[in-house]
């Protein structure tokens, strides 16, 4: 059965070649369109992504929204429960002391050796009980920001510390400022005005939860999917890249269908002397399906290969995540739409006529 297949795509090879390109090209598109997708829900969310949480408690009617979410907390009360955790979001901008270019940052009040709170990357952690320090995302590494700066809240004018760096923590894209609970205070009007987005559950807990239901009126508790698709422009995001992978796909089903099907109508000749010989059509039909296997698995894994150097030569400024398991994924999906289209190639095999091959040659 392999005989057959092979001994035509060496004889064939610009045909075949050609082929593999566009097999290739649509899979290389498909990865780097999944790639820059998954990156930029995590430049868009991954503060959120990242949090070990499993539930949200937020305040009624914002559909998910974490940054329209307002809610009056007693911060020893709910401190005191278990397994829960308050957290403020705000979006801000920072700038050098004695400057005035401003860094668009979000700031996040976390309690300061809670579970909520990224490991300290570059640095050193928050010391209990000292006011103003933050720590900030290191995209925001530079010569003039870096460990032990001051930079100002452009809003306040109050002035912060940069105790430290931590990684992958961004928030509508924006970099993120982590800051303690007293520095939320002073930033968010003083600690008797200020107010929080959210009570963070870390393993949905229904009796820490129940209790936070009753200490905090006017709130409702959301999984932690609905708060990632209420950041800002994610769900926008997403829904129009994950349209344009299904539009290719479907386009790719089409094109392979349309390319399969001359290719067995060129060799419909062939087949008919093949029949005359002897060959049956489920050997040809075999052999055929045997071709694109091979074409396709070549084409998917050349295109891996291509996905994988074209993410190591991009600007670190592009966001971009090279998934191994969605590229599984998706190589599978490309697999079954080759095998698809072939098949639709099938009727002109059965349909070969030997005699009228035959009379065709004379």
Known sequence: MFFLPFKEMTFFKVRYLL?????????????????????????NASSIINMPASSFYLQKNVEGRIDRS???INLEKVQSKSGVEPIGIQMGALSQVGSDNQLDVTFIAMKEDGFLKPDVMEGEDFVTGVKNEVLLDRSL??????IGSIVKDARTGIKLKVS????????????VAIVSFDTWGSLSGGP????????????NDKVSRKEISKLVEGGVWVNKETVIKGVPGYTAEQNSLMMMLSFLIIIAVFV????????????????????????????LIKSTIVQVIL?????????????????????????????????????????LVSIFGSLLSVFNITRADPVQAMGRLE
Request: proline content about 2%; charged content about 10%; overall charge positive.
């Open 19 to 43: 082929i593999s390109f566009i097999i290739f090209f649509v899979a290389v598109l498909v990865f780097i369109i999944n790639g820059l997708a998954n990156g930029l829900a995590m430049n």
């Open 70 to 72: 307002h809610l009056q």
């Open 141 to 146: 590494k530079s010569e003039k920001v870096k």
């Open 164 to 175: 430290g760096f931590i990684h992958d923590q961004t928030f509508s894209h924006t970099p």
């Open 192 to 203: 008797q005005n200020s107010k929080y987005n959210a009570v963070v559950s870390k393993n």
């Open 256 to 283: 392979l269908a349309a390319f399969f099907y001359i290719m067995t109508i060129q060799k419909t000749s062939q087949f008919g002397i093949l029949k005359a010989i002897g060959a049956k059509s489920s050997y």
């Open 295 to 335: 074409l396709t698995l070549f084409s998917i894994a050349t295109a891996v290969g291509f996905t994988r150097i074209f993410k190591a030569v991009l600007p670190i400024d592009i966001p971009f995540i090279f998934d191994l398991m969605q590229i599984i994924k998706f190589s599978g999906i490309l697999f």
